[in-house]
């Protein structure tokens, strides 16, 4: 990620040097505690859709905090509410769900968990995408929030969200009444940790910041027979081939080069020996955008590309390629003008300007979005806390190219770093949001 610095500061109404120091001197008293949180849920990782460990420990904790606090939304999120006054609803999400990851990080408090995903693959469990920092500050956040009741007013709506690594757990949230059943909120706000950013460094992106994510499938049928024989077969390896080159010119020769897209065959499947010609061959794509119009013309591409490429290579109609594009596929995550625009403005005044960057829009996906497009009049924004160790980024001269990735085995964040910014980024926002009039 490019990252380019130096903001501009507007006369406004922003935390003083006094509050922000006291905000500072109370995170920093917090963070043993939180600490202690953090190692426990990186040694405890569940995976999507089966969180039931996390979720009542952290319910328990908001419910000494004071909150309203019902648990097993959306099959097993978290909703604590907290109305204090009148004002705007403003909703803080975190998502809490582990990956199917060995972990390799050599941490003391490695997970040596195990599990089984909704596809029936046991594996082991790993927070690899961070989200136990996520959890931890969400946490952190409630507990300064809940301190500084005469300081805010309106309600807070903290959500602690399924599995979001499989694009689900938004949905199920909002299926299961999120928006009718509680407060429906004005405002939406979540961070991630950053594997492209050095500990403590908060990026804002505006506008589009993460992409549609679109999983799709493609059987590409042939006419099996013996390797020695080709004329008595239709080579399913050639076509399928032929189909991964063309595809290749969808985002090179039919996309505007002003509109981001990617589309990725990660997985080729055909084949069991030297000698035979297979009777198919299995692709498996991952497709990204950010408008509904690139999305479309991506994901109808791949369809006329396979069947184009079967039909020159005189399959005939029973035996066209099948391409599935899986549900849900996971919406592009927008993050409003006018938030994302003050939440820079904030944070720079309140971390100074090196600690606070423009961040550029990534193809990765989230499904915070679904929070947002579920009423398009909300401000949303979700922005990213680095989580690099600040020796590692140097070591690597900045280039992320070097480190590890978000889902890597290896990505160790500096985790105090990202929870006690993030904690304090969420809560001065909240404080802004909320303002007392
Ligand atoms: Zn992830
Ligand atoms: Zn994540």
């Given at each position: 990620m490019k990252l380019t610095f130096g903001l501009v500061i507007a006369a406004m109404t922003l935390p003083t040097a006094a509050n922000a120091a006291a905000l500072q001197d109370a995170i920093r008293a917090d963070m043993p505690q939180l600490m202690t949180l953090y190692r426990d849920l990186h040694a405890n990782p569940e995976l999507s859709m089966q969180e039931v460990r996390t979720p009542a420990k952290l319910a328990a904790e908001m419910r000494k905090l004071g909150f309203d606090?019902?648990?097993?939304?959306?099959?097993?999120?978290?909703?604590a509410v907290m109305k204090n006054g009148p004002g705007p609803v403003l909703l803080l999400r975190a998502d809490m769900d582990g990956l199917p990851v060995k972990e390799q990080t050599g941490?003391?408090?490695?997970s040596k968990v195990r599990g089984t995903t909704l596809d029936g693959v046991e594996s082991d469990v790993m927070h690899a995408c961070g989200h136990d920092t996520h959890i931890t500050a969400w946490l952190g956040t409630a507990r300064r929030l809940a301190a500084l009741k005469d300081k805010w007013s309106g309600t807070l709506v903290m959500v602690l969200q399924p599995g979001e690594e499989l694009g689900l757990g938004a949905k199920a949230m909002l299926d299961d009444g999120l928006y009718t059943r509680f407060p429906k909120p004005d405002v939406l706000l979540a961070f991630h940790d950053s594997a492209s950013l050095p500990a403590g460094v908060i990026g804002v992106t505006r506008g589009y910041a993460l992409a549609n994510v679109d999983s799709v499938d493609i059987d590409v049928k042939g006419v099996g027979g013996h390797g020695a024989?080709?004329?008595?077969?239709?080579?399913?390896?050639v076509l399928a081939s032929r189909i991964v080159?063309?595809?290749?010119?969808?985002?090179?020769r039919e996309n505007s080069p002003f509109d981001p897209a990617v589309v990725t065959v990660g997985s080729f499947q055909g084949g069991?020996?030297?000698?035979?010609?297979?009777d198919d061959v299995k692709l498996q794509l991952t497709v990204r955008s950010y408008t509904p119009e690139v999305r479309k013309k991506l994901l109808d591409g791949i369809a006329r590309v396979a069947r184009g490429e079967a039909i020159a290579a005189g399959l005939p109609e029973d035996r066209m390629p099948d391409v599935k594009v899986r549900e849900p596929y996971t919406p592009s995550t927008y993050n409003t003008e006018k938030l994302s625009a003050r939440l820079l403005e904030l944070f720079g005044h309140n971390f100074g300007a090196s600690r606070v960057v423009d961040a550029k829009a990534v193809m990765g996906g989230e499904d915070f979005s679904q929070f947002w497009l579920a009423d398009k009049t909300k401000e949303a924004t979700i922005f990213w806390v680095g989580g690099v160790p600040k020796a590692k980024w140097d070591a690597a001269g900045g280039d992320e190219s070097k480190l590890p990735s978000l889902h890597s085995p290896f990505w160790a964040p500096d985790a105090e770093a990202v929870i006690s910014t993030a904690t304090e980024a969420l809560t001065v926002s909240t404080l802004d949001v909320l303002k007392k009039s």
């Amino acid at each position: 990620m490019k990252l380019t610095f130096g903001l501009v500061i507007a006369a406004m109404t922003l935390p003083t040097a006094a509050n922000a120091a006291a905000l500072q001197d109370a995170i920093r008293a917090d963070m043993p505690q939180l600490m202690t949180l953090y190692r426990d849920l990186h040694a405890n990782p569940e995976l999507s859709m089966q969180e039931v460990r996390t979720p009542a420990k952290l319910a328990a904790e908001m419910r000494k905090l004071g909150f309203d606090v019902t648990e097993k939304v959306g099959k097993t999120g978290v909703v604590a509410v907290m109305k204090n006054g009148p004002g705007p609803v403003l909703l803080l999400r975190a998502d809490m769900d582990g990956l199917p990851v060995k972990e390799q990080t050599g941490l003391p408090f490695a997970s040596k968990v195990r599990g089984t995903t909704l596809d029936g693959v046991e594996s082991d469990v790993m927070h690899a995408c961070g989200h136990d920092t996520h959890i931890t500050a969400w946490l952190g956040t409630a507990r300064r929030l809940a301190a500084l009741k005469d300081k805010w007013s309106g309600t807070l709506v903290m959500v602690l969200q399924p599995g979001e690594e499989l694009g689900l757990g938004a949905k199920a949230m909002l299926d299961d009444g999120l928006y009718t059943r509680f407060p429906k909120p004005d405002v939406l706000l979540a961070f991630h940790d950053s594997a492209s950013l050095p500990a403590g460094v908060i990026g804002v992106t505006r506008g589009y910041a993460l992409a549609n994510v679109d999983s799709v499938d493609i059987d590409v049928k042939g006419v099996g027979g013996h390797g020695a024989y080709p004329q008595t077969t239709k080579d399913p390896i050639v076509l399928a081939s032929r189909i991964v080159v063309a595809l290749q010119t969808l985002v090179s020769r039919e996309n505007s080069p002003f509109d981001p897209a990617v589309v990725t065959v990660g997985s080729f499947q055909g084949g069991t020996k030297h000698n035979i010609i297979p009777d198919d061959v299995k692709l498996q794509l991952t497709v990204r955008s950010y408008t509904p119009e690139v999305r479309k013309k991506l994901l109808d591409g791949i369809a006329r590309v396979a069947r184009g490429e079967a039909i020159a290579a005189g399959l005939p109609e029973d035996r066209m390629p099948d391409v599935k594009v899986r549900e849900p596929y996971t919406p592009s995550t927008y993050n409003t003008e006018k938030l994302s625009a003050r939440l820079l403005e904030l944070f720079g005044h309140n971390f100074g300007a090196s600690r606070v960057v423009d961040a550029k829009a990534v193809m990765g996906g989230e499904d915070f979005s679904q929070f947002w497009l579920a009423d398009k009049t909300k401000e949303a924004t979700i922005f990213w806390v680095g989580g690099v160790p600040k020796a590692k980024w140097d070591a690597a001269g900045g280039d992320e190219s070097k480190l590890p990735s978000l889902h890597s085995p290896f990505w160790a964040p500096d985790a105090e770093a990202v929870i006690s910014t993030a904690t304090e980024a969420l809560t001065v926002s909240t404080l802004d949001v909320l303002k007392k009039s």
